[in-house]
């Protein structure tokens, strides 16, 4: 039997500054938006009020890359839902930081290692480790929620030391995952369900930037629908409802 919904996940982009060597999501700098519009969005956060969503996560790509983010936020919070930005930290535009300090938001961030060239061998990006250090710092100047993950990627990686760098920057919720075989993250094993942790999905809905909505019931079902305007849709056909997919109110009929 299926999770309540209590979280939604909404990869808002597929643009990232940074060309992660396990990014699930295959995102970079070659990525779009994709098909969702602002009022697509808008939708989807208003619709999930009717399913018991409690969370949104605003993730990608790099969420902060969309121009629409500050909205989006601010239309969550007018619907009493919190929200989470997953953001790697890389680059904050100042307007940002004014929402992220808003109550009943939160950040989050990835940390790989208290040596940049560890760091960025992975991030595929110079600098990106000092850029995201600073900004874990501001963040906790601000008083801003921060929780921060540290992935696992190459033997001999500096994750314990990871760790002792963020607790003394003053971090207090920090998880720690392995590297997950799906999407840049293959490597010697099959990109399928196994590689889940089998928790991170239970009453979590997810929208993609091109409208596809998918929950995972259990760690052997992922099913998926459409969720974009008509207008957007006739621009990528490719993405299609699948029979037996969860239902969405969808008041607008911009389903497939």
């Known amino acids: 039997m299926a999770s309540p919904l209590t979280f939604l996940w909404l990869e808002i982009t597929g ?7 396990h990014c699930y999501a295959d995102s970079g700098p070659r990525g779009s938006h994709g098909v969702m519009t602002m009022a697509d969005w808008c939708r989807v956060i208003d619709e999930s009020t009717t ?6 996560q605003c993730i990608g790509g790099e969420p902060t890359m969309h121009p629409d983010l500050p909205r989006l936020v601010d239309h969550a919070l007018e619907r009493e839902i919190e929200v989470e930005v997953y953001s790697n930290l890389v680059h904050i535009r100042p307007e940002l930081w004014e929402t992220f300090t808003r ?22 990006r110079r600098g990106s480790h000092a850029r ?24 001999h990686q500096r994750v314990d030391e990871a760790h002792a760098e963020l607790i003394s920057l003053g971090v207090q919720e920090i998880g720690y995952d392995r590297l997950r075989q799906v999407g840049r993250g293959v490597r010697n094993e099959t990109a399928d369900v196994s590689q889940l942790c089998g928790n991170c999905a239970s009453g979590v809905l997810a929208v993609s930037p091109e409208g596809a909505v998918g929950r ?10 459409t969720y974009a305007s008509s207008r957007s ?11 037996s997919a969860p239902s969405w109110p969808n008041t607008s009929n911009s389903r497939q």
Do not use: W
């Not at 399913?51 to 949104?56: D, K, N, Q």
């Not at 801003?144 to 540290?150: A, E, N, Q």
């Open 15 to 21: 643009k990232c500054q940074l060309g992660c060597a």
């Open 51 to 56: 399913l018991g969503i409690e969370m949104v």
């Open 103 to 124: 109550p009943g938001v939160r950040l989050a961030t990835s940390y790989y290692a208290d040596n940049a060239t560890q760091h960025e061998e992975i991030t595929n």
């Open 132 to 155: 995201t250090k600073r900004n874990i710092i501001e963040a906790l100047r601000r008083s801003i929620p921060l929780r921060v993950g540290i992935v696992d990627v190459h033997d």
């Open 216 to 225: 995972v019931y259990s760690p052997a079902g992922f099913r998926s629908a």
């Open 233 to 243: 849709r006739r621009s990528s056909r490719a993405t299609s409802a699948n029979a």
